[in-house]
């Protein structure tokens, strides 16, 4: 854990440094911030935490803005509510002056896209569309009212002018709508006790209140001194306020740093700043893996590594250089269906999305093939699609190294994804193959028995399937990592094993079998400590 703390603290320096010394408002609000959330606090759930909720009048949820983990937080919260009560979902990303597009968008008279432009929301908030939008798609789908809340002074400080405005906001769209639940998300520093809440408790004393804070660094820190860190999900404060641990604190910093990296970079147009920040963040996580698992030094300097990101078309050059006709085609699915990928050998990385996972996910696959030896991306389909499935589950695995919160899919979201798919879905025809694919492994491991699988038209869907087939496998390589069946010796031998050995399909089923028996260990030992 030391190494983890060293990680937060390396990367808020490189925040620091990005963005310069913060403002004196902000260093104040940081301070009554973390100081609020210094309280006693329990072992929650869930189901408590929106219990609470569903009784509460209005609930303050912290956000950090450039973390796509906080807004799904609060997209899974939504979701879980009763729609016999109306909602409001007031947000500090929309100015003030975009309330109408918003009415316009809830009405069904604009669209998404239209909603974007309208409010100019790459101009005045500039944190990824993407991670909100489901928001606004959910805000629509279940009638909640969108209330914008983000104003600026023309002059003085900016934090409490803003936190006032916005308390007027929330007040006045409370006494017009007694009865519905006003749901706030606003940044993590303003939903302190005494900063935005005690603004609408002067405005409208007797409000019953919900403070949802976000993955708090001294909580996940005091989780893990107790060894809960992996298992507890939310902790609860006194005054109904309530902690959601949804990922570790270095994931959303590292996320934040990819932002920037993103961003600022690409305003100075320096063209070399891109590719080379970028690099830098995946080979940081590639050393830390390389810690974690005592790996050799030279093996994850990551010296041979590029990573390149959107819009950045120098990747074709090195791609070019080294893909057959056939690989270069898998690669620009790849690359034009938004999936993040690395070409062993090349030394090439494509960064898709600038997520901690997406990240952590490169470097676990540039980690498994420095350690197998792998020099080509297992892409002659359907032939290496069991070898695709491992690298897969390597890569996963060994990103939860990094983000243990992180979830795969399991076979009931299969089961529920191909039941909300229309027959004609390309995705289907993946979705039908990781489940064709999933149950077959089942069926020989249970019966000894092998079937053939669905052969799909698409060599597209392999990649697809390979990649939920994996995630799946590496979830439940981690299960047997975390429970100490597997160590750390034995994660570096299975690395070791090269996917494209030609009795790997013999390998593959070896695999398969040592990861049924650990997992069915750890769930016996479940059971018995039920009993």
């Not at 973390?67 to 979701?79: D, F, V």
């Not at 974007?116 to 789908?141: C, Q, T």
């Not at 050995?501 to 070896?510: I, M, N, P, R, V």
Request: charged residues 30%; aromatic residues 8%; glycine residues 6%.
């Amino acid at each position: 854990m030391r190494a983890r703390r060293d990680l937060l603290e390396r990367v808020k320096d490189e925040v620091t440094r990005r963005l310069g010394t913060e403002p004196s408002d902000v260093r104040e609000f940081t301070t009554r911030y973390e100081s609020s959330l210094r309280k006693p606090w329990k072992v929650s759930t869930k189901q408590d935490l929106v219990h609470a909720i569903e009784r509460a009048d209005i609930v303050f949820g912290g956000d950090f803005h450039a973390y796509g983990q906080a807004q799904r937080t609060h997209l899974k919260i939504l979701r879980s509510l009763p729609v016999s009560r109306p909602v409001v979902l007031a947000l500090e990303c929309f100015p003030i002056t975009a309330q109408k597009f918003l009415d316009s968008y809830v009405r069904g008279d604009i669209d998404l896209h239209e909603l974007r432009l309208k409010s100019d929301w790459d101009g005045v908030w500039g944190f990824p569309w993407e991670n909100f939008k489901p928001l606004f798609e959910l805000a629509r789908l279940r009638g909640f009212k969108l209330v914008a809340l983000n104003a600026k002074p023309r002059s003085g400080p900016e934090l409490r002018f803003r936190e006032k405005r916005a308390a007027g906001i929330i007040t006045g769209v409370k006494r017009k709508n007694p009865d519905a639940l006003i749901y706030v998300v606003f940044g993590d520093l303003h939903v302190a006790n005494m900063h935005l809440p005690a603004e609408v408790d002067r405005l409208l004393p007797g409000l019953k209140r919900v403070v949802v804070h976000l993955n708090s660094d001294r909580i996940y820190f005091q989780l893990a001194t107790k060894g809960l860190e992996q298992t507890v999900d939310v902790v609860r404060l006194p005054k109904d306020e309530f902690c959601v641990i949804s990922s570790p604190p270095w994931v959303k910093w590292q996320s934040y740093l990819l932002f920037l990296d993103r961003t600022v970079d690409h305003d100075l147009e320096d063209a070399d700043a891109e590719e080379h920040d970028s690099t830098d963040q995946v080979v940081a996580l590639v050393q830390l893996i390389g810690s974690d698992l005592h790996l050799s030094r030279g093996s994850v300097k990551g010296d041979d590594l590029a990573v390149y990101t959107q819009d950045d078309e120098r990747i074709w050059k090195s791609l070019k250089k080294f893909l057959t006709r056939e690989e270069l085609s898998i690669a620009q699915f790849l690359l034009s269906s938004g999936k993040s990928f690395f070409v062993p050998g090349a030394g090439a990385a494509y960064l898709s999305r600038e997520t901690i996972n997406h990240a952590a996910g490169l470097a676990g696959a540039y980690v498994h093939a420095k350690q197998s030896g792998l020099t080509r991306p297992p892409w002659k389909l359907p032939k290496d699609f069991q070898s695709l499935v491992w690298v897969e589950a390597v890569s996963y695995f060994l990103s939860k190294l990094i983000n243990h919160k992180r979830q795969s899919e399991t076979l009931y979201d299969l089961r529920a994804q191909l039941d909300a798919l229309g027959a004609q879905e390309p995705a289907r025809e993946a979705m039908r193959l990781a489940l064709d694919q999933t149950l077959s492994e089942l069926l020989w491991l249970r019966r000894g028995r092998r079937r053939p699988i669905l052969k799909p038209r698409r060599k597209s869907s392999y990649i697809e399937a390979a990649r939920i087939v994996g995630g799946m496998m590496g979830e439940r390589l981690y299960l047997a990592f975390r429970s100490r069946k597997l160590n750390e010796k034995g994660v570096v031998a299975l690395l070791k094993i090269n996917p494209m050995k030609k009795d790997f399909a013999t390998e593959y089923e070896s695999i398969l079998e040592r990861i049924d028996r650990w997992v069915g260990e750890i769930e016996s030992t479940i059971r018995k400590e039920r009993l």
